[in-house]
C-alpha cells in the first residue's frame, strides 16, 4: 500500500501501482469525468501514470492552469494529426499550449502554402479525429529507435530536437495513427475536446532564432464544450475593440517608426503626459517611503554586467557590444538598471545606522527581443523601469519586503487593479545551472518571501523555475477586465549581487557585514503596464490620468468667445482641458469627443452664455445636468481628489 496526501491535507491508501485516474473513480464518477491530468509530488503527469511510492496528488480539471494547458497540448498534437492527413510530407517542428491555447510549427516545403480560408477546413478535420476519441499513449523509446522512426518520416526537425535528448528520457505519444516526439503529459483521450477554433497564421523562425528557416505558425484554441467556446471568441472579440496597439492609435499615444528601429516606443505628447503622471504618481509614494531618487547611465562597461552576471544571462538577448575608439574597450546598452545601483550604495562607507537605503530610478533598459516576438508596447527591445534597490540588513528584510508590499498593492489599487494573484517564483530544482549564488543564499532568500507573504495573507501561487537568475521573486498576476491575466509588478530578493559587487556595511559590532538586496518594480515596465492598463480601461483612463480630462463644445462660432473664458478658468483651476472650435456641428463634436474618451463635454450655446453656466455631458453616459462654471471645477477636483 501507498499513501496519498490531497491538497486539503487528507491523506488515504491505495494499493501500489494505482493511477490517478483509478482515485478520481473512487472518489467519485463526476469527479472522473472531469479530471485531466495530475500533479504528482509538483510535477503534472498524464492520468494513467502508475503511482508506485508515497506521493502528494492534485486532480487537475479545467478549473486548473495546468489542466488547461494539458488539454490545449493534447489539442496541438489532434492539429499535427489533421495535418499530416491534409498535407501529406509535412514536416512538423513544435506544438505547445500556451496561456490562451495552443499552436504548431510546420514546414509544408517551398511550394505549399496554407492560408487563412484553408483553416476552416483543418478545423473540420481536426472535429472529426477528436470524436474518435482516440486515447494518447504515452511509450519510453530509445534514442536510437526515436532517431530511426523520424529519419524514415524525413523530419529534420524532430531530429535536431531527439539529438539535443539523453538515451532513457525520451518518449512518443501515440492518438489513433499518429505519433509524436513528446515530454507529455496529455490529457486520457482526444474524445474530451469537444470545441476547435483555428484563429490565425504567422511566420516562426525555428527555434526562435532568426538564422533558421522561417517555419509556419498555426495558432488554435479549444475547449471541453462549445459555450466556452463561444464565450472566448465574444472575448476576443471585446480584445479587439480594446487592442492597444488600436486604441494607442486612436488617441494618439505613442507610435513606432522602421527608421528609428522595430521594438523602440515613441511616445506622443498625450502619452508621455500619460507615463508622467503614473511616474509622478509613484514617485510621489516613494519620496514618503524614504526613496533616494537616481538617474544612471543608458549604457555600461561590458565589464560591469559580466560582474553582476547579466552578460552571461543576456547577453545573447542584448544588443551586442559597443566598442570605443579605444582597443579593447566595450560598452553595452544596459540590460538592468541594478548594477549601476550597486555602484551608487558603494560609491561612500555605509553604516547600519543608514540602512535601509533605497534608490529609485524610471530607468530605460535594453533588450534585442527576436522580431518575431515583438508586440506593441507589451514586448519591446526599449522599456523604461520603475526601478528601485532597497540595501537592508537581514534583519530589515521581512519588514522592507512587507513595505514594498504594501506599495505595489497600493499602486495596483489606485490603477482599478483590484483582481490579482501573488506568484512565487522559485529555483527550478531540477536545473541549478540557469542560477547565480550559494544554495544557503537562495533557501534563505525564498523563505523569506513565503514568510512575508504569509503574515499579511496574500493568495500565491508557487511557480518552480520562473525565479530571477539572481534570486526567487514576488510577481504580481493582474486579472484585467477581460480576465485576461499579465505578469506587471515584482519584487525580489537578493543575496547574491551584494556578494558579487562585494558591498558591505558596518554592523554595531564594529565589523564588516553583507547587506540584502530588494529588487522591486509596482509597474514592471511603463510599457507593458500602460498596455495592459489601455486594455484594461478600454482607453477611458480614471480622470486624475487621463490627459484630457474636459472638452469645451460650441455649437457654434459665436460661442467662442465665451469658451475661451470658460477654458481659462478650468486650466487655472489645474483642470486639463481643450476646446473644440472647429466648425462642425455639434453632434459631431459629440461623437469625436467620445471616440477620444475624453471624460467630460461641456456643450455651450445660447443658454449657457446667457446663464453662466455649462451642460455637462460624461463619456458613455450623456447628460449629467447643467452647473455653474464654480461647481464644474469643484465637481472635477472631488473626482479627482477621491480617485
Same mark, same amino acid.
Not at 529507435?145 to 518518449?171: M, S
Not at 478650468?570 to 469625436?592: M, P, V
Given at each position: 500500500?501507498?499513501?496519498?496526501t490531497?491538497?486539503?491535507?487528507?491523506?488515504?491508501?491505495?494499493?501500489?501501482?494505482?493511477?490517478?485516474?483509478?482515485?478520481?473513480?473512487?472518489?467519485?464518477?463526476? /469527479?472522473?469525468?472531469?479530471?485531466?491530468?495530475?500533479?504528482?509530488?509538483?510535477?503534472?503527469?498524464?492520468?494513467?501514470?502508475?503511482?508506485?511510492?508515497?506521493?502528494?496528488?492534485?486532480?487537475?480539471?479545467?478549473?486548473?492552469?495546468?489542466?488547461?494547458?494539458?488539454?490545449?497540448h493534447?489539442?496541438?498534437?489532434?492539429?499535427?494529426?489533421?495535418?499530416?492527413?491534409? @498535407?501529406?510530407?509535412?514536416?512538423?517542428?513544435?506544438?505547445?499550449?500556451?496561456?490562451?491555447?495552443?499552436y @504548431?510549427?510546420?514546414? &509544408?516545403?517551398?511550394?505549399?502554402?496554407i492560408?487563412?480560408?484553408?483553416?476552416?477546413?483543418?478545423?473540420?478535420?481536426?472535429?472529426?479525429?477528436?470524436?474518435?476519441?482516440?486515447?494518447?499513449?504515452?511509450?519510453?523509446?530509445?534514442?536510437?529507435?526515436?532517431? $530511426?522512426?523520424?529519419?524514415?518520416?524525413?523530419?529534420? @526537425?524532430?531530429?535536431?530536437?531527439?539529438?539535443?535528448?539523453?538515451? *532513457?528520457d525520451?518518449?512518443?505519444?501515440?492518438?489513433g495513427?499518429?505519433?509524436?516526439?513528446?515530454?507529455?503529459?496529455?490529457?486520457?483521450?482526444?474524445?474530451? #475536446?469537444?470545441?476547435?477554433?483555428?484563429?490565425?497564421?504567422?511566420?516562426?523562425?525555428?527555434?526562435?532564432?532568426?538564422?533558421?528557416?522561417?517555419? $509556419?505558425?498555426?495558432?488554435?484554441?479549444?475547449?471541453?464544450? %462549445?459555450?466556452? &467556446?463561444?464565450?472566448?471568441?465574444?472575448?476576443l472579440?471585446?480584445?479587439?475593440?480594446?487592442?492597444?496597439?488600436?486604441? =494607442?492609435?486612436?488617441?494618439?499615444?505613442?507610435?513606432?517608426?522602421?527608421?528609428?528601429?522595430?521594438?523602440?516606443?515613441?511616445?506622443?505628447?498625450?502619452?508621455?503626459?500619460?507615463?508622467?503622471?503614473?511616474?509622478?504618481?509613484?514617485?510621489e509614494?516613494?519620496?514618503?517611503?524614504?526613496?533616494?531618487?537616481?538617474?544612471?547611465?543608458?549604457? *555600461?562597461?561590458?565589464? &560591469?554586467?559580466?560582474?553582476?552576471? !547579466?552578460?552571461?544571462?543576456?547577453g545573447?538577448?542584448?544588443?551586442?557590444?559597443?566598442?570605443?575608439?579605444? +582597443?579593447?574597450?566595450?560598452?553595452?546598452?544596459?540590460?538592468?538598471?541594478?548594477?549601476h545601483?550597486?555602484?551608487?550604495?558603494?560609491?561612500?562607507?555605509?553604516?547600519?545606522?543608514?540602512?535601509?537605503?533605497?534608490?529609485?530610478?524610471?530607468?530605460?533598459?535594453?533588450r534585442?527581443?527576436?522580431?518575431g516576438?515583438?508586440?506593441?508596447?507589451?514586448?519591446?527591445?526599449?522599456?523604461?523601469?520603475?526601478?528601485?534597490?532597497?540595501?537592508?540588513?537581514?534583519?530589515?528584510?521581512?519588514?522592507?519586503?512587507?513595505?514594498?508590499?504594501?506599495?505595489?498593492?497600493?499602486?495596483?489599487?489606485?490603477l482599478?487593479?483590484?483582481?490579482?494573484?501573488?506568484?512565487?517564483?522559485?529555483?527550478?530544482?531540477?536545473?541549478?545551472?540557469?542560477?547565480?549564488?550559494?544554495?544557503?543564499?537562495?533557501?534563505?532568500?525564498?523563505?523569506?518571501?513565503?514568510?512575508?507573504?504569509?503574515?499579511?495573507?496574500?493568495?500565491t501561487?508557487?511557480?518552480?523555475?520562473?525565479?530571477?537568475? @539572481?534570486?526567487?521573486?514576488?510577481?504580481?498576476?493582474?486579472k484585467d477586465?477581460?480576465?485576461?491575466?499579465? %505578469?506587471? =509588478?515584482? #519584487?525580489?530578493?537578493?543575496?547574491?549581487?551584494?556578494?558579487?559587487?562585494?558591498?558591505?556595511?558596518?554592523?554595531?559590532?564594529?565589523?564588516?557585514?553583507?547587506?540584502?538586496?530588494?529588487h522591486?518594480?509596482?509597474?514592471?515596465?511603463?510599457?507593458?503596464? $500602460?498596455?495592459?492598463?489601455?486594455? !484594461?480601461?478600454?482607453?477611458?483612463?480614471?480622470?486624475?490620468?487621463?490627459?484630457?480630462?474636459? $472638452? /469645451?463644445?460650441?455649437?457654434?462660432?459665436?460661442?467662442?468667445?465665451?469658451?475661451?473664458?470658460?477654458?481659462?478658468?478650468?486650466?487655472?483651476?489645474? #483642470?486639463?482641458?481643450?476646446?473644440?472650435?472647429?466648425?462642425?456641428? #455639434?453632434?459631431?463634436k459629440?461623437?469625436?469627443?467620445?471616440?477620444s474618451?475624453?471624460?467630460?463635454?461641456?456643450?455651450?450655446?445660447?443658454?449657457?452664455?446667457s +446663464?453662466?453656466?455649462?451642460?455637462?455631458?460624461? %463619456?458613455?453616459?450623456?447628460?449629467?445636468?447643467?452647473?455653474?462654471?464654480?461647481?464644474?471645477?469643484?465637481?472635477?477636483?472631488?473626482?479627482?481628489?477621491?480617485?
Amino acid at each position: 500500500m501507498i499513501n496519498i496526501t490531497f491538497p486539503d491535507g487528507s491523506v488515504r491508501a491505495y494499493e501500489k501501482g494505482i493511477n490517478a485516474l483509478d482515485v478520481a473513480k473512487k472518489i467519485s464518477n463526476g /469527479l472522473a469525468k472531469k479530471v485531466l491530468a495530475a500533479k504528482v509530488n509538483g510535477e503534472v503527469i498524464d492520468l494513467t501514470r502508475p503511482l508506485e511510492k508515497d506521493s502528494t496528488l492534485s486532480l487537475l480539471t479545467w478549473d486548473d492552469k495546468e489542466g488547461k494547458s494539458t488539454f490545449w497540448h493534447s489539442s496541438a498534437h489532434v492539429l499535427a494529426e489533421a495535418l499530416e492527413e491534409m @498535407y501529406p510530407g509535412v514536416k512538423l517542428g513544435i506544438g505547445p499550449a500556451i496561456d490562451r491555447g495552443f499552436y @504548431y510549427d510546420i514546414d &509544408l516545403g517551398d511550394d505549399r502554402s496554407i492560408k487563412d480560408e484553408d483553416l476552416p477546413k483543418l478545423e473540420k478535420l481536426m472535429v472529426r479525429k477528436a470524436k474518435l476519441g482516440n486515447k494518447f499513449v504515452r511509450k519510453e523509446i530509445s534514442k536510437h529507435d526515436a532517431f $530511426t522512426y523520424f529519419r524514415e518520416k524525413g523530419d529534420e @526537425y524532430k531530429l535536431e530536437l531527439i539529438d539535443g535528448l539523453e538515451d *532513457g528520457d525520451i518518449t512518443f505519444y501515440t492518438q489513433g495513427d499518429f505519433t509524436d516526439l513528446c515530454k507529455g503529459p496529455h490529457i486520457p483521450g482526444t474524445g474530451k #475536446i469537444k470545441a476547435i477554433k483555428l484563429l490565425n497564421i504567422a511566420g516562426a523562425y525555428w527555434k526562435g532564432d532568426e538564422n533558421n528557416k522561417q517555419l $509556419t505558425r498555426i495558432y488554435g484554441v479549444s475547449f471541453p464544450d %462549445q459555450d466556452k &467556446l463561444k464565450e472566448h471568441l465574444h472575448m476576443l472579440e471585446e480584445a479587439k475593440k480594446r487592442d492597444h496597439r488600436k486604441l =494607442g492609435a486612436e488617441l494618439q499615444l505613442f507610435m513606432f517608426s522602421e527608421r528609428v528601429g522595430a521594438g523602440l516606443p515613441i511616445w506622443l505628447p498625450k502619452g508621455t503626459e500619460l507615463r508622467e503622471r503614473l511616474s509622478n504618481f509613484l514617485k510621489e509614494e516613494q519620496v514618503k517611503r524614504g526613496y533616494h531618487p537616481v538617474v544612471t547611465p543608458h549604457i *555600461g562597461k561590458k565589464e &560591469l554586467y559580466e560582474t553582476s552576471g !547579466h552578460y552571461a544571462k543576456y547577453g545573447a538577448d542584448s544588443f551586442q557590444p559597443i566598442n570605443t575608439p579605444r +582597443e579593447g574597450e566595450e560598452y553595452l546598452l544596459k540590460p538592468m538598471n541594478c548594477p549601476h545601483h550597486c555602484e551608487i550604495y558603494n560609491h561612500v562607507p555605509k553604516s547600519y545606522r543608514e540602512l535601509p537605503y533605497k534608490v529609485a530610478e524610471f530607468g530605460t533598459v535594453y533588450r534585442y527581443e527576436q522580431s518575431g516576438e515583438l508586440h506593441g508596447l507589451t514586448r519591446v527591445r526599449s522599456f523604461t523601469q520603475d526601478d528601485a534597490h532597497i540595501f537592508c540588513t537581514p534583519d530589515q528584510l521581512k519588514a522592507e519586503f512587507l513595505d514594498v508590499l504594501d506599495l505595489t498593492k497600493h499602486v495596483l489599487e489606485k490603477l482599478s487593479f483590484t483582481e490579482y494573484t501573488a506568484q512565487i517564483s522559485l529555483r527550478d530544482p531540477n536545473d541549478p545551472d540557469k542560477y547565480i549564488g550559494s544554495t544557503e543564499n537562495w533557501d534563505k532568500a525564498e523563505q523569506a518571501i513565503i514568510d512575508a507573504t504569509e503574515e499579511v495573507g496574500l493568495k500565491t501561487v508557487i511557480e518552480y523555475g520562473e525565479a530571477a537568475f @539572481y534570486g526567487p521573486k514576488l510577481d504580481f498576476m493582474i486579472k484585467d477586465a477581460l480576465g485576461r491575466s499579465w %505578469q506587471l =509588478g515584482t #519584487i525580489q530578493v537578493d543575496y547574491n549581487l551584494p556578494e558579487r559587487f562585494e558591498l558591505e556595511y558596518i554592523g554595531a559590532d564594529n565589523e564588516k557585514h553583507r547587506p540584502v538586496m530588494i529588487h522591486r518594480a509596482p509597474f514592471g515596465s511603463l510599457e507593458r503596464f $500602460t498596455a495592459v492598463l489601455i486594455e !484594461h480601461t478600454a482607453g477611458k483612463f480614471p480622470l486624475w490620468l487621463a490627459p484630457e480630462q474636459v $472638452t /469645451l463644445l460650441p455649437i457654434s462660432e459665436k460661442f467662442n468667445d465665451f469658451s475661451f473664458e470658460v477654458l481659462a478658468k478650468l486650466k487655472a483651476a489645474g #483642470i486639463r482641458a481643450t476646446l473644440d472650435e472647429r466648425y462642425e456641428k #455639434i453632434g459631431r463634436k459629440i461623437r469625436d469627443a467620445e471616440t477620444s474618451k475624453i471624460p467630460y463635454m461641456c456643450v455651450i450655446g445660447e443658454k449657457e452664455v446667457s +446663464e453662466n453656466i455649462l451642460a455637462v455631458r460624461k %463619456q458613455s453616459v450623456g447628460d449629467i445636468g447643467e452647473m455653474s462654471i464654480e461647481s464644474f471645477v469643484a465637481f472635477i477636483q472631488k473626482e479627482v481628489e477621491e480617485a
